[in-house]
Structures are given as structure tokens and as C-alpha cells.
């Protein structure tokens, strides 16, 4: 089993690295690596790992910029790509641990879902930064609530993961009701580190007005997001789901949404499964409900819900695209129980085939000269005489500027 899981996480590494190899043919920071934790590392020093952003704390980002910052400015950009590659990877491979087989028996379909979450998600702004760790986190953090285990160690992973992804919040009451119930340590260390985090975020001020919308909208957001973001998504691929919303608009998205809950509901009472299938289903649409209410500038693009546009953030999708992946994974294991354990793997996969070939590519980045950027950057470390502005990606986005004063 050990040497299994070294293999896939050597693979995962691999498959992550190969996505995009513009990554490591030009290094460049991705959004808030540059703009945040590269920036507020340089010019606050080690107090930027206290610092929030957006009204919560980033501690796993703001420790490899810390540690990266000890290295000239010219190698921490890929410093940062392979803490993120890593970062992944590991996560992935956290899943095919015997630990895991409480939510899914068999060894052979953890991989694949695993393997899934590498390969099928859509990966334009997921892979290879620290900007986006923090979605790996969660599912990792929420396995280690449900399962009734403790221990220091666990603890700390715990801790790590809630004081770097507020959205595991979202499980607060799993938390508690496993402290109280089993006075499980890992659940007390996150009840802790969820409390300081919420009280951040309370006490955070308010970051823009944005126009009111009818109390409907989000929900039709949530419904459109979820039905091509994370079920069409995973299906056929982002080109073809974005295609479909953007002819299909509600009335595809409701039919859709209502065949699938019946296909859920007819299979619950005709092959039962287990609770973690429910689960799944029932945390997709709240982390999508949860991404809209994150980011109320999603709802701009849906006027009037007859031309679904919305592209990019693919990081708000990654968590419910992977409780699809569990969920469909749960009813092989369900219907094909006397199936040999290669051709369940194999007809999971062939399952999202489609998507596979169509998400695991990503575009590439343009080359933005990080080694002349680095110099102004040295310089401007030696001298600081005056403020410094550099491009970074996306660099169709104005906004994404490192700034030092």
C-alpha cells in the first residue's frame, strides 16, 4: 500500500506539472502570490503571516513566503509554483490512504478519484500557486472531521488547514457536534482556530457596496453554477458546458438539475447507499451557494439568465466537482458490487473521459520577463527609492500589479 501511494503521489506531481508546462518554461507569480504574499513578505517581513486578507488568514501561503524570501527574487516565483504543485499533489494522495475507507471502501476507486481531481477539474486558475491551496485544503480537512479519529498530529493538520481555508467553516457544526459527543481533539482545535477566523471575519470591514440584486438571482446562480461549472464541467469538459449555459440559460439548467435529483432520488430507494453519498450531495450545492456569496461580483453576469458567461474561478468549483467525483465513484461501488475492482475503476473513468480531454490542458501564460522584473525588484530591495510597480498574471487584469511602496 505504501509503495502504491508514493507512485500516485510521484504521478500526481507529474500529471500537475505537465498540465501547463509554460509554468516552468516561464515563472511568474499568479495573482495574489505576487500581489499579497510575495509583496506584504517584502515589505512587512515575518508580521505578514499575521496580516488577512479578504478578513481572514492565509497562514500555509504566508509561511512558504516567508521561507521563500530567505532566496533572491528571481527564484521565488517557481518556488512558489512547486510549493503549490506539492501542496496538490499531497492532497491528492490523501485520499487513497486505508484512513479513508470509511468514506469509500475500495482502494482501486480512491485512486481514480484521486486521479480525477488532478486530471479533470478545470485547472485556469487551480494549479501550481499558492493562491488556490487553500481549496485543497478543505476536502482534506473535512475528512479529517468526519472520521472519528484523534491525535496531535491530526490536531495540527487541522489547525493548519482552518487558519489557512475559511471554507471549512462551513462544518462548524460537524465540529461541534464531534466535541461533544466524543470530546475529539481534532474537532476542539478547529472549533478554536474556526473561532478566530470567524472573528476576523466579523470584524473585518466591509471591502465594497455592491448593487442590490432580486433575493431570486443567487439561487438561479447557484442552480446555473452548479448544473455547467461542476455537473457539466466534469461531463464534458469547460468549453462545451460554458457553450451549452450560454444558449441554455435557466430552463436547460432546471431540467438538468431536476433529472439528475431524480436519477439521485429513484436510486436512493432502488439500490440504497451510504450516508457519505448524501453527504456529498447536499455540500455541493452549499459550497456553490457559499463561492456566490464570496464573490457577489459572479452575480454581474447573469442580466437576465438567458446568457450564462461566467468563466474563471475555477477554485470556487473545486470542492463540489470533487464530491461528484465521490458520489459517482459511491454508486459504482453500489450497483457494481460483484463487478471486478479494474472494471469499476475503468468505467468510473471512462465516465469522464470527455472532461478529462478537454479541462487537463490549460493555456498558456504569457511570458511576462520575470528576470528583468526580478532586477527592478533587488534593486528596489537595496535602495527603496520610491515605489515600484510590475505586471504579473492575469495580466489582462489591470489590478493583478505588484506594488511596493
Known amino acids: 500500500m505504501r509503495k502504491s501511494v508514493l507512485l500516485f503521489f510521484l504521478f500526481a506531481c507529474v500529471a500537475i506539472a505537465l498540465r501547463n508546462p509554460d509554468w516552468w518554461v516561464h515563472p511568474q507569480f499568479v495573482a495574489e502570490d505576487g500581489k499579497v504574499f510575495f509583496a506584504q513578505q517584502l515589505v512587512l517581513g515575518p508580521a505578514a503571516i499575521f496580516i488577512p486578507l479578504n478578513g481572514y488568514l492565509h497562514l500555509l501561503p504566508r509561511v512558504i513566503a516567508l521561507l521563500a524570501s530567505s532566496f533572491p527574487v528571481i527564484y521565488q516565483p517557481p518556488i512558489f509554483q512547486i510549493a503549490g504543485v506539492l501542496i496538490a499533489a499531497l492532497c491528492a494522495t490523501f485520499f487513497t ?30 494549479f501550481a500557486n499558492l493562491a488556490a491551496v487553500q481549496v485543497f485544503l478543505v476536502p482534506v480537512g473535512l475528512i479529517l472531521l468526519l472520521e472519528n479519529r484523534s491525535g496531535f498530529f491530526r490536531a495540527g493538520l487541522i489547525a493548519l488547514i482552518a487558519l489557512t481555508a475559511p471554507a471549512l467553516m462551513l462544518f462548524l457544526p460537524l465540529a461541534v457536534w464531534r466535541y461533544v459527543r466524543h470530546r475529539n481533539l481534532t474537532a476542539g482545535v478547529y472549533m478554536l482556530c474556526a473561532a478566530i477566523q470567524i472573528g476576523l471575519i466579523l470584524t473585518h470591514p466591509q471591502q465594497a457596496a455592491h448593487p442590490p440584486h432580486p433575493f431570486w438571482l443567487p439561487f438561479a446562480a447557484v442552480l446555473e453554477s452548479w448544473v455547467y461549472r461542476v455537473l457539466g464541467t466534469v461531463f464534458v469538459g469547460v468549453d462545451w458546458a460554458l457553450f451549452a449555459g450560454a444558449h441554455g440559460g435557466l430552463v436547460l439548467s432546471t431540467s438538468v438539475a431536476v433529472i439528475v435529483l431524480l436519477a439521485l432520488i429513484w436510486l436512493r430507494f432502488r439500490r440504497p447507499v451510504n450516508d457519505t453519498f448524501w453527504i456529498s450531495m447536499l455540500l455541493g450545492p452549499a459550497l456553490i451557494f457559499e463561492a456566490c456569496l464570496a464573490r457577489p461580483e459572479l452575480l454581474d453576469l447573469f442580466p437576465d439568465l438567458n446568457h450564462f458567461t461566467l468563466g474563471g474561478g475555477a477554485r470556487y468549483f473545486f470542492l463540489p466537482c470533487c464530491l461528484i467525483f465521490v458520489a459517482v465513484a459511491t454508486v459504482i461501488a453500489r450497483i457494481g ?24 490542458p490549460i493555456p498558456k501564460y504569457r511570458d511576462l520577463h520575470w528576470p528583468e522584473a526580478a532586477k527592478k525588484i533587488e534593486s528596489w530591495k537595496l535602495h527603496r527609492d520610491g515605489a515600484l510597480r510590475v505586471r504579473i498574471q492575469p495580466s489582462k487584469n489591470a489590478l493583478w500589479l505588484i506594488e511596493l511602496p
Do not use: K
Request: with cysteine; glycine share 4%.
Open 97 to 126: 490512504l486505508p484512513e479513508c475507507r470509511f468514506v469509500l471502501a475500495s482502494d482501486h476507486l480512491r485512486l481514480a478519484v484521486s486521479a480525477l481531481v488532478i486530471l479533470n477539474c478545470n485547472g485556469e486558475d487551480l
Open 337 to 360: 458490487r460483484r463487478w471486478p475492482p479494474l472494471l469499476q475503476t475503468v468505467s468510473l473513468l471512462l465516465l469522464f473521459l470527455v472532461g478529462i480531454y478537454d479541462n487537463y
